[in-house]
T-cell receptor, first 112, second 114 residues
């Protein structure tokens, strides 16, 4: 099992550009999550998907959109990148509420 | 609303010394508590969790945490640390439910020195 995979690992964008961060899990998990990690702020939930076909906003959804493409894949899109979106982005997944969340290796995004 | 407080942003400690990383939470409902560890340039990994039952929970690498409802705390301890324990440690709280949304603390960097 690869677990949770994320692409790309690194990305540099200019202000106003768009991009999609990809996440996939091979553990047959129902729920998937997108977080951003910023120094001194811990991890903050952007969006989550409790099950295939559903998505909901987390703590900091502004400027992002998501797609739960199927049970395995959950993508995060930045339509018009801003410097405030410079961060490390983590995808995670789990079976249900008592289950551990498994994290991907992260995508380091810089917006100039 | 739930929240998690990790007052110490960094804890320096010498190898083989004991350590305690503090975590306090606020919640008006039943809570489920987690400690995650992040090694440099990696994602987070679960270290241990409290869901119910015994208030003392242990990890396979010697860490333990005790759920204290009256003090709303879930401090992480290890009696003797190793260089390899150097990492950032995050406390998190969930109120359960279908999505297990986690609220994370700001993290504590454990810096073990020889």
């Amino acid at each position: 099992n690869a677990g949770v995979t994320q692409t790309p690992k690194f990305q540099v964008l200019k202000t106003g550009q768009s991009m999609t961060l990809q996440c996939a899990q091979d553990m047959n998990h129902n729920s998937m999550y997108w977080y951003r990690q910023d120094p001194g702020m811990g991890l903050r939930l952007i969006y989550y998907s409790a099950s295939e076909g559903t998505t909901d906003k987390g703590e900091v959804p502004n400027g992002y959109n998501v797609s739960r493409l199927n049970k395995r894949e959950f993508s995060l899109r930045l339509e018009s990148a801003a410097p405030s979106q410079t961060s490390v982005y983590f995808c995670a997944s789990n079976v249900g509420w008592t289950d551990t969340q498994y994290f991907g290796p992260g995508t380091r995004l810089t917006v100039l | 609303a739930q929240s998690v407080t990790q007052l110490d942003s960094q804890v320096p400690v010498f190898e083989e010394a004991p350590v305690e990383l503090r975590c306090n939470y606020s919640s008006s409902v039943s809570v489920y508590l987690f400690w995650y560890v992040q090694y440099p340039n990696q994602g987070l990994q679960l270290l241990l969790k409290y869901l119910s039952g015994s208030t003392l929970v242990k990890s396979i690498n010697g860490f333990e945490a005790e759920f204290n409802k009256s003090q709303t705390s879930f401090h992480l301890r290890k009696p003797s640390v190793h260089i390899s324990d150097t990492a950032e440690y995050f406390c998190a709280v969930s109120d359960g439910g279908a999505t297990n949304k986690l609220i994370f603390g700001t993290g504590t960097l454990l810096a073990v020195q020889p």
